[in-house]
């Protein structure tokens, strides 16, 4: 009996012809904002003007924040509509820079960056969601578990947002179909909430915003101050490009990819401005300073304690749908990373009746629940956070890259003000790199190295396979 080596089939190609291309544009952009909006929007703004108090910049922060995600969607559109599968990131960090460079940001992914986020904006859903029923949030602990590292308790909030995965996961796995009509409902129900604010505020106008001086003139170092309230806004806007994840499962993806990145960052940058100019003409900067929940003062101070509920339920609904997207995206990177055998090869299959990949659903679904009832995601969404926006730098990047690399590939869409669009979002994302490097050192190097530990798993999945001739 002989054996012979060879490399593993690949079956990306035949894995992606099983799943249903069934969200159109409509679909698509709303998957954007859908997975962008979660609660920062309702919660950033009173702790930015605490770090700088003008009104100005702070505004100018979320103009540009939303700029620099209108560039990054351009940037992203062409590579999208160059790799129209599922994804997004991974396969563009994949055909610009190989395979290690893609596995190691879908590991980190998978461990914790869309995982881990996924468990966050639960846990914070659950925080709002015990607004309503006081009994069921994270501060009414159920049991405690005596562990060598120390007691671990299991909350009934923690149980709730464990929950709200399973419901959504639940939802996705019968059909993309059904998964997207979630997402547009709901979508555009916390789109209607947000749109309510700045026309409660118009309405009402109670004080008029002070728009002078730019700088305040006790500000001592009002750039550095700008650069760390950027880094609020650019986490607020997280997730616009989640929408390739999901290319293969998106009719004429290589136009509606595009289509739906520009104008999904187009209209979360006009509501995030507006709901910000609401903030302003609702509170003066003193009311609003280093308050967390500025939606729900905006809110009451408009309508009276009724306000509070309204903002809420607003964040219930808000949280519930960022995580439609986010499941989504979570498990079409683990789906691409296992149809191109890069993962457990179970993970690559696709339901023959409801023809979604309800391995990968399941498994990293399991995974981001069993995040919440750990707790440990925020220690771990810590250390990656660095890695995170190394590697959407390095999404910026490929553009260049492929550009030089695959020049005759065809490309349906190609970015609006190359080169000059796409690179002033790499260069924003460095700024973003340093930034995060030189704040919190420790942690980043930290997250390189949980990035690094993928690396024996990249090796053991490429390996190649042996087969016994019958």
Known sequence: ????????????????????????????TLLVIGNVIGSGIFLTTGNMVQELPSTTLVLTAWAAGGLLAMAGGLTYAEMGSMYPRSGGLYVFLSEAYGPVC????GWACLL?????????????????????????????????FPMPWGPWSISAGQLVAAGSIAVITAINYVGVRRGNLT??????????????????????????PVLTPVVPLDALRPLASFGVIMIAVMWTYEGWY?????????????????????YGTLTLTALYVGVNLAYFYTLSLEEMSGVTRVAEAAVTALVGPAGAALVAGSVVVSTFGCNVAGVIAASRTCFAMAADGRFFPPAARVHPVYRTPHIALILTSLWSAFLTLTGSYETLFTYVTFASVLFGTLG????????????????????????????????????????TLMERPTASIAGLGLVAV?????????????????
């Not at 869309?114 to 904006?121: F, I, K, N, P």
């Open 396 to 435: 910026g990047l490929s553009i260049f890259v492929l550009r030089a690399r695959r020049p005759d590939l065809p490309r349906p869409y190609r970015a609006l003000g190359y080169p000059v669009i796409p690179a002033l979002y790499v260069l924003g994302s460095f700024a973003l790199v340093w930034n």
């Open 112 to 144: 914790v960056i869309l995982t881990g986020s996924v468990a966050t904006v639960a846990v914070g859903f659950a925080e709002y969601f015990s607004y309503f029923f006081p009994s069921l949030g994270t501060a009414n602990v159920l049991a405690t």
């Open 102 to 105: 893609g596995f190691l940001f």
């Open 242 to 262: 989640y929408v390739a994840f999901s290319a293969g499962e998106i009719k004429d993806a290589a136009r509606n990819v595009p289509r739906a990145l520009i």
């Open 454 to 470: 993928g690396l024996p798993f990249y090796w053991y999945w490429s390996r190649p396979v042996r087969q016994t001739p019958a």
């Open 183 to 208: 997402n547009t409902i709901v979508t555009v129900a916390k789109v209607g909430a947000l749109v309510a604010i700045p026309l409660l505020a118009i309405a009402y106008l109670r004080v008029a």
């Open 1 to 28: 009996m002989t054996t012979v080596t060879s490399t593993p089939t690949r079956s990306a190609p035949a894995a992606e012809a099983q799943l249903i291309r069934a969200i159109g544009l409509w679909g698509a």
